[in-house]
T-cell receptor, first 118, second 110 residues
Framework: GAGVSQTPSNKVTEKGKYVELRCDPI?????LYWYRQSLGQGPEFLIY????????DSGLPNDRFFAVRPEGSVSTLKIQRTERGDSAVYLC????????????????FGEGSRLTVL | SQQGEEDPQALSIQEGENATMNCSYK?????LQWYRQNSGRGLVHLIL?????REKHSGRLRVTLDTSKKSSSLLITASRAADTASYFC??????????FGKGTTLSVSS
């Protein structure tokens, strides 16, 4: 597809379970970002990949959150031992990052994965 | 953490009126971007203004940037019902990921 694709669009899980959220960025985009958005709030930065490596993971709230991008394309956000406070929309975005991280250009967002932890 | 703060939090206007939203930020930036989000959807990029620019136009959008005051404004002229959405400013602080504000919710009634 032409845009950023995120799956699943909706995920309902129980407290304590493990969850994986997938992001398929726009082909050729080297930079990939994960954000989390709670109701009525702006997107909160979680982690940023440049290629396969995490260039900045300072936004991950704790060690229950982990993300990978093994081949520099698709990324998976993994949440262990989910808590009710993890409920939010998880947004993925990609960009061409033409300036190699020195100047962030336009981000292209997916529609998000809505996570509900019961 | 959130760098930008939009003002007002909510704005209600009639079709045809202009809508102005403001954004203030705290640290030096490379550029500032504005995004739009329809309810339940992802964000869509509207416009990017670099730190050495003062004003930029795109269709009915006009963005200004005042780096001395660390503030930006987004003006939507001749608003339409379809402009109803949340609008976010986002700042780029030297190669880190964009940091978004809390947004302004705009409601345009016909």
């Amino acid at each position: 597809g032409a845009g950023v694709s995120q799956t699943p669009s909706n995920k309902v899980t129980e407290k304590g379970k493990y969850v994986e959220l997938r992001c398929d960025p726009i082909s050729g985009h080297t930079a990939l970002y994960w954000y989390r958005q709670s109701l009525g709030q702006g997107p909160e930065f979680l982690i940023y990949f440049q290629g396969t490596g995490a260039a900045d993971d300072s936004g991950l709230p704790n060690d229950r959150f982990f993300a990978v991008r093994p081949e520099g394309s698709v990324s998976t956000l993994k949440i262990q031992r989910t808590e009710r406070g993890d409920s939010a929309v998880y947004l993925c975005a990609s960009s061409q990052d033409l300036n190699r991280g020195t100047n962030t250009g336009e981000l292209f967002f997916g529609e998000g994965s809505r996570l509900t932890v019961l | 953490s959130q760098q930008g703060e939009e003002d007002p939090q909510a704005l209600s206007i009639q079709e045809g009126e202009n809508a102005t939203m403001n954004c203030s930020y705290k640290t030096s930036i490379n550029n500032l971007q504005w995004y739009r989000q329809n309810s339940g959807r992802g964000l869509v990029h509207l416009i990017l203004i670099r730190s050495n620019e003062r004003e930029k136009h795109s269709g009915r959008l006009r963005v200004t940037l005042d780096t001395s005051k660390k503030s930006s404004s987004l003006l939507i002229t001749a608003s339409r019902a379809a402009d109803t959405a949340s609008y976010f400013c986002a700042t780029d602080q030297a190669g880190t990921a964009l940091i978004f504000g809390k947004g302004t919710t705009l409601s345009v009634s016909s």
